[in-house]
Structure formats: structure tokens, C-alpha cells
């Protein structure tokens, strides 16, 4: 498996790989790799004639006061699990490569961002459409997989690489989790005991809305209120139920909807959500 560093060697390796024919699947990560990441980079060898996964831990997303220092960082073992999993290429560039003194672009997609994780983290977004088209530009994939974890992230990428034109196609797959219902993030790395206990109360807030809703309830405030109500060991960020592309609250359920928390358990904060298809 080949470890790249510059987008300059990144391109050069991708354009070999375009002119022999072949498909070129993208994961971009932030590391400390788990089942969630494992299972987008078996969707990539599977589809994909090659595959790379990326792993930069992006500092423009991370506002001034959020984990940047602490994130944790294991990048041998993630190479061990890419190769692992059948990846091709490892594409790590550092942040003073990425981001060199006197850096003034920015890729912002607007109104996807202003509610959800993006009221909590007025930054974030920019970030992650920055540093995903400065990856789309050097990896030059034919495919790009998100998971539903960050299902707002995955929208929004959608949103810009249509905008763009970039010709990616962004594949989203599902959230796994651990045994309990908890969805795996590199975050829970940062839980105790005792808040790994009560995190545990996000899934099962929202499996219980996912009944609701396949029992019939379409009125937002009523399924809203029953999850805050399961996640009354935590601290809410927020809990939203909005329409799955645009990102705005519905006023009833219809359509393809996402039921979206955020939460802070002790100093971490977790994110999780369903999505539900309502038949017309
Ligand atoms: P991260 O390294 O946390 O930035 O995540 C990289 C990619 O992995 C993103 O597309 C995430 O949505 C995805 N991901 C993270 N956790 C999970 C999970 N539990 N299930 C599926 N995908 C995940």
C-alpha cells in the first residue's frame, strides 16, 4: 500500500491509475479508525477498481476551544487496518502542507449549514467543504464515501460536489454501531465508564422515535419531545427533525426526514440520528 504525503505525489498516483482505466474510490477520514470506517473502505474495495483512504485531522473544522490537541491519533495502525481492509493508497498530508502561511480560500456551501451542528459550531462546516475539495482536487476519485453518521456532513458535501461540478459521486452508508446501540465515533475514545454508560441513551432515544414513526406519528413536537425525554441523563445540544437534503424543520413528517441529536455526555460531545422514509 502506498503512503502519500503532497497533493502534488497524490495527483500523480491518481492520474497513473485514471490513464490505465480504472476506478478511483475515495474515504476520507480523520483516523483513529473503527468498524464505521472500516465498513465505508470495504463499500470503496468492493465498488472501486482502487481505493484510498485519507487521513488528515482537519484543524480548520474544529473551532478554538474544541478537542484539535487531544483528537487521538494512531496512524500506524490505521495504515495496518487500510491494507488490512484491501485500500491501495494512504493519503496524509500535514496541516503546514494543506493550510501554508498566507492560506485565503475557502469553500463555504450556505443555508445546509446554519442549523444542527452547524448553530453549535458556527466554523465547522467551512472546514469540511474546504478540506474535502482540497481532497476531491488531489485524489481525483470517480467515488467518495460518507457515512450516515454525519448525515448533515454527507449533505452537504452532496450539495457542493453538484454545485462545483467536482463529478464525484458521493455514496453515503449507514451508521454501525456497538453492541448497545451507541454510534461509533473516534469520540468515545474520551468517555468514562459512567458516561459511556449514559451515552448509550442517544440510540435508544432515537430507536424509540424510529417505532413511533413506523407506527404512524407524523407531528414533529410529539416525536421531538419523546427523545429529549430519553435523553434526559445527558446534556442536548439539540434535537431536530428536519428534511434530509435541505436541512430545514418540517412541520410534518413527509418525504424523507432526519431525526438528528447532539449531546453533550461530560466534556464529549456525541452525534447521532435515523432516517425515516414516509410513503406518500
Ligand atoms: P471521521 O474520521 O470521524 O471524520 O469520519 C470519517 C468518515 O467516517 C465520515 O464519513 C463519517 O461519517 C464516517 N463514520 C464515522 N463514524 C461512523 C459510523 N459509526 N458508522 C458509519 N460511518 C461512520
Same mark, same amino acid.
Given at each position: 500500500?502506498?503512503?502519500?504525503?503532497?497533493?502534488?505525489?497524490?495527483?500523480?498516483?491518481?492520474?497513473?491509475?485514471?490513464?490505465?482505466?480504472?476506478?478511483?474510490?475515495?474515504?476520507?477520514?480523520?483516523? =483513529?479508525?473503527?468498524?464505521?470506517?472500516?465498513?465505508?473502505?470495504?463499500?470503496?474495495?468492493?465498488?472501486?477498481?482502487?481505493?484510498?483512504?485519507?487521513?488528515?485531522?482537519?484543524?480548520?473544522?474544529?473551532?478554538?476551544?474544541?478537542?484539535?490537541?487531544?483528537?487521538?491519533?494512531?496512524?500506524? =495502525?490505521?495504515?495496518? *487496518?487500510?491494507?488490512?481492509?484491501?485500500?491501495?493508497?494512504?493519503?496524509?498530508?500535514?496541516?503546514?502542507?494543506?493550510?501554508?502561511?498566507?492560506?485565503?480560500?475557502?469553500?463555504?456551501?450556505?443555508?445546509?449549514?446554519?442549523?444542527?451542528?452547524?448553530?453549535?459550531?458556527?466554523?465547522?462546516?467551512?472546514?469540511?467543504?474546504?478540506?474535502?475539495?482540497?481532497?476531491?482536487?488531489?485524489?481525483?476519485?470517480?467515488?467518495?464515501?460518507?457515512?450516515?453518521?454525519?448525515?448533515?456532513?454527507?449533505?452537504? *458535501?452532496?450539495?457542493?460536489?453538484?454545485?462545483?461540478?467536482?463529478?464525484?459521486?458521493?455514496?453515503?452508508?449507514?451508521?454501525?454501531?456497538?453492541?448497545?446501540?451507541?454510534?461509533?465515533?473516534?469520540?468515545?475514545?474520551?468517555?468514562?465508564?459512567?458516561?459511556?454508560?449514559?451515552?448509550?441513551?442517544?440510540?435508544? =432515544?432515537?430507536?424509540?422515535?424510529?417505532?413511533?414513526?413506523?407506527?404512524?406519528?407524523?407531528?414533529?413536537?410529539?416525536? *421531538?419531545?419523546?427523545?429529549?425525554?430519553?435523553?434526559?441523563?445527558?446534556?442536548?445540544?439539540?434535537?431536530?427533525?428536519?428534511?434530509?437534503?435541505?436541512?430545514?424543520? %418540517?412541520?410534518?413528517?413527509?418525504?424523507? %426526514?432526519?431525526? =438528528?441529536?447532539?449531546?453533550?455526555?461530560?466534556?464529549?460531545?456525541?452525534?447521532?440520528?435515523?432516517?425515516?422514509?414516509?410513503?406518500?
Amino acid at each position: 500500500m502506498k503512503v502519500m504525503h503532497t497533493a502534488k505525489e497524490m495527483r500523480a498516483w491518481s492520474f497513473e491509475q485514471r490513464g490505465a482505466g480504472k476506478t478511483i474510490g475515495f474515504v476520507p477520514t480523520m483516523g =483513529a479508525l473503527h468498524e464505521g470506517h472500516i465498513s465505508l473502505m470495504r463499500a470503496c474495495v468492493e465498488r472501486d477498481d482502487v481505493g484510498v483512504l485519507s487521513i488528515f485531522v482537519n484543524p480548520t473544522q474544529f473551532g478554538p476551544n474544541e478537542d484539535l490537541d487531544k483528537y487521538p491519533r494512531t496512524f500506524e =495502525a490505521d495504515c495496518r *487496518i487500510a491494507e488490512d481492509v484491501g485500500m491501495d493508497a494512504v493519503y496524509a498530508p500535514d496541516a503546514r502542507t494543506m493550510y501554508p502561511e498566507g492560506y485565503a480560500t475557502y469553500v463555504a456551501v450556505e443555508r445546509l449549514t446554519d442549523r444542527l451542528c452547524g448553530a453549535a459550531r458556527p466554523t465547522h462546516f467551512r472546514g469540511v467543504t474546504t478540506v474535502v475539495a482540497k481532497l476531491f482536487n488531489a485524489v481525483l476519485p470517480d467515488r467518495a464515501y460518507f457515512g450516515q453518521k454525519d448525515a448533515q456532513q454527507a449533505a452537504v *458535501i452532496r450539495r457542493m460536489t453538484r454545485d462545483l461540478d467536482f463529478g464525484v459521486e458521493i455514496v453515503e452508508l449507514p451508521i454501525v454501531r456497538e453492541s448497545d446501540g451507541l454510534a461509533m465515533s473516534s469520540r468515545n475514545k474520551y468517555l468514562s465508564a459512567e458516561e459511556r454508560q449514559r451515552a448509550s441513551c442517544l440510540s435508544r =432515544a432515537l430507536f424509540q422515535a424510529q417505532e413511533m414513526l413506523e407506527n404512524g406519528e407524523r407531528e414533529p413536537k410529539r416525536i *421531538i419531545d419523546a427523545v429529549r425525554q430519553g435523553m434526559c441523563e445527558v446534556d442536548i445540544d439539540y434535537v431536530e427533525l428536519v428534511d434530509a437534503e435541505e436541512m430545514t424543520p %418540517v412541520e410534518r413528517v413527509e418525504g424523507t %426526514v432526519l431525526l =438528528a441529536v447532539a449531546a453533550r455526555v461530560g466534556e464529549t460531545r456525541l452525534i447521532d440520528n435515523i432516517k425515516f422514509s414516509a410513503k406518500a
